[in-house]
């Protein structure tokens, strides 16, 4: 196991290293007349990608800037369901911790953008993001065109999501207070496909991304680590401010939280790849989160979308069409993206270069 001292003195962690997730996905299994049977038993098809783990620092200025956004800054618990959040339980074994969660866009427009919940699977107005953070965000892009252009060439889908300047422009900003979820009771689990790039924000308080990976060596020799063991198990330190650009698609991981007060509250992003529709027919069904809506309800929803002049639904970003590519050819596209991110020179925004997007971004939307 690698790791520091929980929640404490911490310095940013770049890796050279390839490290390897098993990620399984089941399969209909044929029947004796050649054809498949639905509700049969499922096998699992495991499929050893490869990542990296890339850790920086971002300037106090920055994070005191882009937190003090009165989205953030003057936001109280109750304001939180007003503002675009969601009590959510990922820990029902520890009520006493509290967890919220906000799905927002990070495009340009100040308007929301139609795209996919991927937590929810469901297809939703997402309003913009805060403007500081936008800002950031656009900052971020425009200093790292050089490795994202090489991300891009992974597949042709990722080459259509950048060419439409969707990379990191999925968010969830999740808020954590209350009690502490220890290393012992970590929710494991894997992201969807859209976090085969993904960009990770500390915007206020610590916590700790725990991983299991396997080295080149264990991958060479078969070991699992679908089974998270000393051996297998990675602890990157988050304290306040910190960043890092990893595949959380290709490995099993979890995050610790320590217990803390509304005033001192786990504030994170997570910046992903932004779908504009899952690509199924429930798709009309699931418009607004909302999978019933009835006839009248739909009506208002329809006036208020023409009144709030609602970014028009980029075309043909489909993430049904993403995941196939993904389970077709995973491993390639993965040793693609893991080759970009090892020779990537990650940069960070300074406050002046935040403050000239928020600028741009501004001047833009008065236009």
Known sequence: MTTGKSFGKWSPTISDRVRYGIRARK???????????????KSRHVQRLPSTHIGAQMDSDVVEYVFGDPQF???????????????????PDIPGHVYYEGYFHGLDTPSPVRSVNPRTKKVMDKPAAPPRLRAFLKAFRALNVDWMDNVANASPQLSKLYRAGFFFSDLAIQIHFGDAVPPERVGWHLDSPNSVIHLALGLHGDRALHTSTLSEREHELGMDCDTVTQSTLTVYEQPHGAAYLSSPYAFQHAVQYPQCCWKDRVVAVQSRLLFSSWGFDADAQRSNGVSDMNSARAAR???????????????????????????EDGVAIMERVTSALLSAKLKLPTLEQVNTAQATLAAASES
């Open 73 to 91: 800054s003057e936001v109280t618990e109750d304001d939180l369901a007003d503002v675009g959040y969601a009590r959510c339980v990922d820990h």
């Open 27 to 41: 399969q209909r299994v044929d029947v004796s007349d050649g054809g498949e049977r639905e509700g049969c038993i």
């Open 301 to 327: 929803v329809q006036s208020a979308r023409n009144e709030n002049s609602i970014a028009a639904e980029p075309r043909g970003l489909v993430f049904k069409e993403f995941i196939d590519e993904c389970n």
